[in-house]
């Protein structure tokens, strides 16, 4: 199994709403990410997941929060967010975070807030 | 400061073509460079990924040459075919936050039948 599974795959928000993202890989990776990507754009990453402890966080607005309950699963909590959050939210995973292996990505969450 | 520079931003390549995507870095303590593939709607998906040791790597019609001195890695699709539309990302990981991975800014690659 070398899926990163994501839901919803779409997800249309009110700005006083508060969702969740989620994401589950069951390949035994001890890594996982959350990217942010704008059309025509390259991924840009949000945080960063090693060993269920967060090591990166991209100077990311509080209304977007991050949450790792096990090694498989990885959350994303909105909140208050605003029209310019809309974008293909993806998730994805690797190995580990020493780098030198590949990063297996999901199908997005495709998010709209009105 | 852009850690990975792509050329060219689109491509238009007839079937059968040869299509060549271009990467440079500047970070030397990148060690392993995948390519991605994107369709639109879809998260990017591994096409093929080389380490510096190496100069060339191939798997079927997709071919990365890298040139360490020059800091450029590029990708090279034989026989290009309409589905191989899609858009291409480069990307380097290493050093610092070696699991970060710095992307280029895209190539979107259209095969004419």
């Known amino acids: 199994d070398t899926e990163v599974t994501q839901t919803p795959k779409h997800l249309v928000m009110g700005m006083t709403n508060k969702k969740s993202l989620k994401c589950e890989q069951h390949?035994?990776?001890?890594?996982m990410y959350w990217y942010k990507q704008k059309a025509k754009k390259p991924p840009e990453l949000m945080f960063v997941y090693s060993y269920e402890k967060l090591s990166i966080n991209e100077s990311v607005p509080s209304r977007f929060s991050p949450e790792c309950p096990n090694s498989s699963l990885l959350n994303l909590h909105l909140h208050a967010l605003q029209p310019e959050d809309s974008a293909l939210y993806l998730c994805?995973?690797?190995?580990?975070?020493?780098?030198?292996?590949?990063?297996?990505f999901g199908q997005g969450t495709r998010l709209t807030v009105v | 400061q852009q850690q990975v520079k792509q050329s060219p931003q689109s491509l238009i390549v007839q079937k059968g073509g040869i299509s060549i995507i271009n990467c440079a870095y500047e970070n030397t303590a990148f060690d392993y460079f995948p390519w991605y593939q994107q369709f639109p709607g879809k998260g990017p998906a591994l096409l093929i990924a080389?380490?510096?040791?190496?100069s060339e790597k191939k798997e079927g019609r997709f071919t990365i040459s890298f040139n360490k001195s020059a800091k450029q890695f590029s990708l090279h699709i034989m026989d290009s075919q309409p589905g191989d539309s899609a858009t291409y990302f480069c990307a380097a990981t290493g050093g610092t936050n070696a699991g970060k991975s710095t992307f280029g800014d895209g190539t979107t690659l259209t095969v004419k039948p």
């Open positions: 994805a995973s690797s190995q580990d975070d020493l780098g030198g292996t590949e990063a297996f």
């Open positions: 390949m035994g990776h001890r890594a």
């Open positions: 080389i380490r510096p040791d190496v």
